[in-house]
C-alpha cells in the first residue's frame, strides 16, 4: 500500500507537465527541417515534414520541393499533425482534471484513452515519412534521420507513457485523494 498523503496531491501536475513536455517536443519536430540530413560534409541533402532540399557540393543555395505534392506527404504531415492537435487537447483537459479540488477519475481514464488515440496518429506519421520519402525522393550521399524526426519520436514515447499513467491513476485514487487511514504497525520491544 502507498500512503503518501499530501505529497501525492502536490505531485499530481507531473503528468500535465509531462504532456507539456510532449507539446514542446512536437513543436520541435514540426517546426525542424533535421528530418532527414546529410550525415557528413558536402552537407547536400536537408528534409523537413514539409520539405525536401538540395544543393550541389559546391553550390550555397538550397533548392526545396515541397512534399505536399505528394500523397504519402500530405498523410505523414496530416497524421502526425492530428495526433499532436489532440494532444494539445488533452493538455488543457488534463489541467482542466487535475485544478479540480475532487478528481474526476473517470475523466482522467479518458485522456489516457485519447492519448493512445494521439501515439496511434504520431507513430503512423511517423512511419510513414521515413519509408516513403526513401522509396520516392533521390537521396544524395550519405543520409540519416535527424533529431528533428527524433523529437517526433520522443513525444511519442512520452504521450505513450502518459497515457498508461492516466489509465492507472484511478486504480489509486483513494491513495492520492488521502480517503484511507494509514496503518501504523508497532513492534513491542
Not at 496518429?121 to 533521390?138: A, R, S, T
Not at 520522443?154 to 496503518?183: H, M, Q, R, Y
Amino acid at each position: 500500500m502507498v500512503v503518501c498523503g499530501l505529497a501525492c496531491w502536490r505531485s499530481r501536475w507531473l503528468l500535465p507537465l509531462l504532456l507539456g513536455l510532449a507539446i514542446i517536443m512536437g513543436i520541435i519536430a514540426l517546426a525542424g527541417r533535421g528530418w532527414l540530413e546529410s550525415e557528413s560534409e558536402p552537407y547536400v541533402q536537408q528534409a523537413s515534414l514539409w520539405e525536401s532540399c538540395t544543393r550541389g557540393e559546391e553550390d550555397l543555395n538550397w533548392s526545396c520541393r515541397s512534399l505536399m505534392d505528394f500523397g504519402w506527404g500530405r498523410a505523414a504531415a496530416a497524421t502526425y499533425l492530428v495526433g499532436f492537435v489532440i494532444l494539445v487537447i488533452c493538455f488543457a483537459l488534463a489541467v482542466i482534471a487535475f485544478s479540480i479540488e475532487i478528481l474526476r477519475f473517470n475523466f482522467v481514464r479518458g485522456i489516457g484513452g485519447l492519448l493512445f488515440v494521439v501515439a496511434a496518429f504520431q507513430i503512423i506519421g511517423l512511419v510513414i515519412y521515413p519509408v516513403k520519402f526513401v522509396e520516392e525522393i533521390q537521396l544524395t550521399g550519405d543520409n540519416m534521420f535527424s533529431w528533428a524526426y527524433g523529437f517526433g519520436w520522443a513525444s511519442t514515447v512520452v504521450v505513450i507513457g502518459c497515457a498508461f499513467f492516466f489509465c492507472c491513476l484511478p486504480n489509486w485514487e483513494d491513495e492520492v485523494l488521502g480517503n484511507i487511514k494509514p496503518t501504523y504497525y508497532y513492534s513491542s520491544p
